[in-house]
T-cell receptor, first 114, second 116 residues
Framework: DAKTTQPPSMDCAEGRAANLPCNHSTISGNEYVYWYRQIHSQGPQYIIHGLKNNETNEMASLIITEDRKSSTLILPHATLRDTAVYYCIVRAPYSGAGSYQLTFGKGTKLSVIP | GAVVSQHPSRVICKSGTSVKIECRSLDFQATTMFWYRQFPKQSLMLMATSNEGSKATYEQGVEKDKFLINHASLTLSTLTVTSAHPEDSSFYIC????????????FGPGTRLTVT
């Protein structure tokens, strides 16, 4: 799976949009971009994933550049409960045993400030 | 839906003893379960992958005789830390993939192990 690069930390004011960038310049054509987050002392939580098109769900929006070398996770109205470490993960589709594995990098620690 | 539980949430044990951690998928059948370990201020590291009814596949550097994994049913996997030492103190997290459908892994809330 391709490697990702994220800033180690970001701050965001409560109520404002939080835009978390991720670089994945070596992404392959069939690899998806996944986002998870981990609130302190809890297990990771799935947020969203996408291949080429922008995606939106009740939690967030995912914007993938046309060349797919980078993406941005957008939390439209950040709250204090969104303070967490956000992980951007690139992975290929299922192709046999073991390929469901997720490789976590260091992620971005997002602090939402009152 | 897609809830994964872990038990216990916290455990303290003495050095040399064994500890069992359970991971359950509550509302779906999990063909594959994963066990991760996370040290303070570090990211999750995959320890092993277990498929129901077969032996677990361990990542390089993870001792299979020390970290015993059993995945006897489609809703339960257990991790036993044998002869625990203080350096085994960590946050252990499991995840489960549904038997059918998507790639998404659903994570448990984690188990904090402290070995004294």
């Amino acid at each position: 799976d391709a490697k990702t690069t994220q800033p180690p930390s970001m701050d965001c004011a409560e109520g404002r949009a939080a835009n978390l960038p991720c670089n994945h310049s070596t992404i392959s054509g069939n690899e998806y971009v996944y986002w998870y987050r981990q609130i302190h002392s809890q297990g990771p939580q799935y947020i969203i994933h996408g291949l080429k098109n922008n995606e939106t769900n009740e939690m967030a929006s995912l914007i993938i550049t046309e060349d797919r070398k980078s993406s941005t996770l957008i939390l439209p109205h950040a709250t204090l409960r969104d303070t967490a470490v956000y992980y951007c993960i690139v992975r290929a589709p299922y192709s046999g045993a073991g390929s469901y594995q997720l490789t976590f990098g260091k992620g971005t620690k997002l602090s939402v400030i009152p | 839906g897609a809830v994964v539980s872990q038990h216990p949430s916290r455990v303290i044990c003495k050095s040399g003893t064994s500890v069992k951690i359970e991971c359950r998928s509550l509302d779906f059948q999990a063909t594959t379960m994963f066990w991760y370990r996370q040290f303070p201020k570090q990211s999750l590291m995959l320890m092993a992958t277990s498929n129901e009814g077969s032996k677990a596949t361990y990542e390089q550097g993870v001792e299979k005789d020390k970290f015993l994994i059993n995945h006897a049913s489609l809703t339960l996997s257990t991790l036993t830390v044998t002869s625990a030492h203080p350096e085994d103190s960590s946050f252990y997290i499991c995840s489960a993939r549904a038997r059918q459908g998507s790639y998404e892994q659903y994570f448990g809330p984690g188990t904090r192990l402290t070995v004294t």
